[in-house]
């Protein structure tokens, strides 16, 4: 791999964190369909906050290029696809990006260049959807003209902490000389570490088990909460006790969304029922994890009646709307649905959240957020914990009889209702 030249393909939550972390070292044009997202980096100003001003100064426009055009990557040797891979309203892959990136990649492919997928896909899209599909558009041979790799995407939203140079890397390759010299071309900005898989489908399979294991560990505690609000008993207390134990695993109950923890056991599943096994207990935590905005609000409506005669002409605020805290990303997040029950069930609903961009906001939840909190509400629910939040007493915008849900834990009011 001699005269890298890099393509990023999608500059979303990973690939633009990818792009500038390789434009320290080499010459990289990050490629987008969206202009307006290239506008907005061209200036500097990254919306999903992954990097700052400062960060983007240090590369745009010099080691790193942003383009919507085809052209501008045509000389590059190493394309990395890290388009997003949803589900269908009926849980099935959506591999339309993927798909999308694969043919705009193939149209410019040469000799000797390789392409890289970071996408969470099940075991075996690399190789038998991604890899047919370009030999078709390019006219080139698979492990002949051209190299393939996965190395899965580890990126955790909003997270400072574990940013990408610091998160060791899964690697993987089509030939050996080809694991090889992405194991070298990755190595060479990550600190943390590289690990070689040793197939294509391992480095798949490793990467949509990491969440699918999570989404069952939350279910789990989720579960419990649902039994113990029947026995009366405080769950965060009884977590709090189990885990003085070395060997217990400190998950919580809450909501669960997002563009990988709710969706990447989808992709698991699928696989596993195109081969004729059901898997139960994935499903069954996607189940249970999806009925937690029901649940809560089930739990909210019946402590607000044995207070209040009614709900008619009640009012409720929900303080956030991502799907975690400290990040502006509102897809797959499960406060919409608990938005929906709530305003179901007859409460006039509000939200505020200072993270959530307006526009995205308007199309996910079809009206508009309150910008700042000048009223006061019948009930009121803490969502999504953010930093700002903790500058935020639920009590002051209560009204008399009002009801305080705290999903996250994160007050320590025993007065509030907790998961």
């Known amino acids: ?65 942003l383009t919507t055009s085809l052209e501008d990557i045509k000389s590059c040797t190493i394309f990395i696809v890290t ?10 892959p ?33 190789e038998e959807v ?8 390019s006219g080139l041979q698979y492990n002949s003209d051209f190299f393939v790799g996965y190395s899965p995407e580890r990126i955790n939203p909003g997270d400072k902490k574990h940013t990408i140079t610091k998160i060791t890397k899964v690697v ?21 570490g590289i690990y070689e898989a040793p197939t294509i489908k391992t ?24 039994i113990f609000s029947k026995m009366g008993i405080n769950t965060k207390e009884v977590l709090k006790a189990a885990g003085t134990k070395w060997n217990f695993l400190n998950f919580f109950p809450g909501l669960v969304g997002g563009h990988c923890i709710g969706v990447d056991p989808y992709y698991l599943a699928f696989k596993s029922e195109e081969l004729g096994y059901t898997p139960e207990m994935i499903l069954a935590g996607r189940r249970l994890n999806d009925s937690m905005p029901g649940f809560i609000a ?54 505020y959240d200072p993270h959530a961009d307006e526009n995205v906001f308007q199309e996910e939840y079809g009206t508009t957020k309150t910008d700042a909190i000048e009223k006061k509400y019948a009930v009121v629910v803490l ?29 320590s009011d025993p007065d509030f209702l907790y998961l």
Do not use: W
């Open 1 to 65: 791999m001699n005269n890298i030249s890099i393509a990023i393909v999608g500059l979303g939550y990973v690939g633009l964190p990818l792009a500038a972390a390789f434009a320290h070292k080499y010459d990289v044009v990050g490629f987008d369909i969206n202009q307006q997202r290239i506008d907005q980096l061209n200036l500097l100003d990254d919306q999903t906050n992954e990097l700052s001003s400062e960060q983007l100064k240090e590369v745009v426009g010099k080691s790193l290029m």
């Open 172 to 192: 993987s390759g089509s030939t050996p000389e080809t694991l090889k010299a992405l194991s070298a071309l990755y190595g060479s900005i990550i600190e943390a």
């Open 130 to 137: 991604c890899v047919p599909l370009l030999e078709e558009v």
């Open 383 to 411: 969502a999504v914990s953010h930093n700002e939040f903790r500058e935020i007493d639920p009590k002051v915008f209560l009204e008399e009889k009002g009801v305080v849900f705290d999903v996250k834990g994160f007050y």
């Open 203 to 226: 480095a798949e399979a490793a990467k949509v088990i990491e969440n699918t294991q999570r989404d069952i560990n939350i279910a789990f505690v989720n579960e419990l909460s649902v």
């Open 298 to 351: 089930n739990q909210i409506v019946k402590q607000f009646l044995k207070q209040n005669n009614s709900i008619e002409n009640a009012s409720a605020l929900i303080l956030g709307a991502t799907f975690k805290e400290n990040c502006p990303d509102l897809r797959n997040s499960k406060v919409v649905d608990l938005y929906k029950e709530l305003a179901e069930f007859g409460f006039s609903v509000e939200v």
């Open 83 to 92: 388009v997003p891979t949803p589900v269908t309203q009926s849980k099935q």
């Open 94 to 126: 959506n591999l339309s990006p993927v798909i999308s990136a694969t043919r705009a990649v193939a149209s410019v492919l040469k000799k000797g260049d390789t392409v890289v997928y970071e996408s969470t896909v099940y075991p075996g899209v690399t």
